[in-house]
T-cell receptor
Framework: AQKITQTQPGMFVQEKEAVTLDCTYD???????LFWYKQPSSGEMIFLIYQGSYDQQNATEGRYSLNFQKARKSANLVISASQLGDSAMYFCAMREASNAGGTSYGKLTFGQGTILTVHP | SQTIHQWPATLVQPVGSPLSLECTVE??????LYWYRQAAGRGLQLLFY??????ISSEVPQNLSASRPQDRQFILSSKKLLLSDSGFYLC?????????????FGPGTRLTVL
């Protein structure tokens, strides 16, 4: 089963409008982290926002907010007041605890991404 | 501040040729390092990770190998490239392992195998 599912291959939004990018996840671990990254056409992955599984409040970072619904296992990204520069691929990712030679590390698992296009 | 470099930025190689991609991190010590591959229009697949010098773990069996000769240097290699090795390769680092620690990515190398 897919650990991270992004069901929207592409989304369109008008400049200055808000848009929601969907992300659902699958884990049996009670401790996990959820991340959103933006990938412009240049290819670099830019970290946007994260949500911890035990966080009581939804994460916010400027125009980005994460609509975290733990029971539904969803972590949707909301971008308010879209700008032309928001046009990019957006990835949802999850981090679960793992062990590497006795050192804990969290492996990031990425969804397939959503291409967002902002129209003027 | 910390920066991560990758080179080359783009590479076109014939099938069967060797490969060496380099990643270096500045401004931090003993980072965890990662190599990812991204096929066109797809998500990222973790290839290798390293928690210290000489410590390499592979996530998927493949035609590639990785090495960490220095604390802040991570190298991705192949002795003989396959067509299926084409893709966008991203190196990433993090301060330390932790569920809530984000990874920081380099600019990537776009590899085309002909």
């Amino acid at each position: 089963a897919q650990k991270i599912t992004q069901t929207q291959p592409g989304m369109f939004v008008q400049e200055k409008e808000a848009v929601t990018l969907d992300c659902t996840y699958d884990t049996s671990d009670p401790s996990y982290g959820l991340f959103w990254y933006k990938q412009p056409s240049s290819g670099e992955m830019i970290f946007l926002i994260y949500q911890g599984s035990y966080d009581q409040q939804n994460a916010t970072e400027g125009r980005y907010s994460l609509n975290f619904q733990k029971a539904r296992k969803s972590a949707n990204l909301v971008i308010s007041a879209s700008q032309l520069g928001d046009s990019a691929m957006y990835f949802c990712a999850m981090r679960e605890a793992s062990n590497a030679g006795g050192t804990s590390y969290g492996k990031l698992t990425f969804g397939q991404g959503t291409i967002l296009t902002v129209h003027p | 501040s910390q920066t991560i470099h990758q080179w080359p930025a783009t590479l076109v190689q014939p099938v069967g040729s060797p490969l060496s991609l380099e990643c270096t991190v500045e401004g931090t010590s003993n980072p965890n390092l990662y190599w990812y591959r991204q096929a066109a229009g797809r998500g990222l697949q973790l290839l290798f990770y390293s928690v210290g010098i000489g410590q390499i773990s592979s996530e998927v069996p493949q035609n590639l190998s990785a090495s960490r000769p220095q604390d802040r240097q991570f190298i991705l290699s192949s002795k003989k490239l396959l067509l299926s090795d084409s893709g966008f390769y991203l190196c990433a680092w993090e301060w330390e392992a932790g569920l809530y620690n984000e990874q920081f990515f380099g600019p990537g190398t776009r590899l085309t195998v002909l």
